[in-house]
């Protein structure tokens, strides 16, 4: 055999060889609001080399468990950096519905800190290294949906949100040309906990000039994506899908 082209075989084998055997990496940050700990859960494919998106994660209203943390080593496995944010503090991670709902409200009823505490976890997101600064997004579910899109309101730095049967409803509407990110929402049609909002939040949206998609999962409930009652497999798959596809227009 040409030694050229055994030497081509090889080096190609051996790409195959690490990339079938790289792993997802995965650790826990620690950083602060002030005196407040927060920790943080980062993912990444060291296969990857260069600079590339970053995705930032929102938790729901349980706080940072496992579920958010496999959205984010899945975001990693599609060759993004993902940090999953820690808006309740460390060790804070309710455990029935009446603990999580006080949790939820401390933050819904104070947006700048909302605000404040998405945005600490955006800055841990573009502190890594390998993340393109210029090349950043935004996902959140439920709680973590509502977050997004004040992260949005804000007026952040961010190419786009995706709101997954997140909240819709603000106390501090955006203004017209505040918001820079786009906007994806993906809404449950039979999510009895958020349908009154949609025509408020649309209007909003309209009068801001963002620019939104709205899709409508036919059927599917409030927490469609996650294991449990409300799962619905098909609005689960198809707004990862449409996840990917709004990834791929916006941090190209």
Known sequence: MNLRIFSLLFL???????????????????????????????????????????????????GLQDYTKSRVTQLAELGYIAFAADICGKGVRPTDTKE??????????????????????????KKNASVDPA???????????????????????????????????????????????????????????VNAEVPAFKAEMEKAQAKMEFITHEGAQHGFTKPGPAYQEKADKDSWAAMKKFFAEILK
């Not at 006080?102 to 955006?122: E, F, I, S």
């Not at 997004?137 to 949100?161: K, N, P």
């Not at 997140?166 to 955006?174: D, F, I, N, R, W």
Request: aromatic share 8%; charged share 20%; net charge positive.
């Open 12 to 62: 190609s084998l051996a790409s195959f060889t690490v990339s079938a055997f790289a792993k997802v990496k995965t650790e826990l940050v620690t950083y602060k609001d002030g005196s407040a700990e927060l920790e943080g859960f980062l993912a990444y494919d060291d296969s990857v080399k260069g600079p590339r998106p970053g995705v930032l994660v929102i938790h729901d209203w349980t």
């Open 100 to 125: 999580c709902a006080v949790q939820a409200g401390t933050y819904k009823n104070d947006l700048p800190l909302l605000r404040r505490r998405v945005l600490l976890g955006l800055d841990q997101l």
């Open 135 to 193: 090349r950043l997004a935004a996902i959140g579910y439920c709680f973590g949906g509502t977050s997004v899109l004040e992260l949005a309101r804000s007026g952040a730095d961010v190419r786009g949100v995706v709101s997954f049967h997140g909240g819709l409803s603000t106390t501090l509407p955006a203004k017209p040309g505040e918001i820079k990110a786009r906007i994806l929402v993906c809404h449950g049609g039979a999510d009895s906990h």
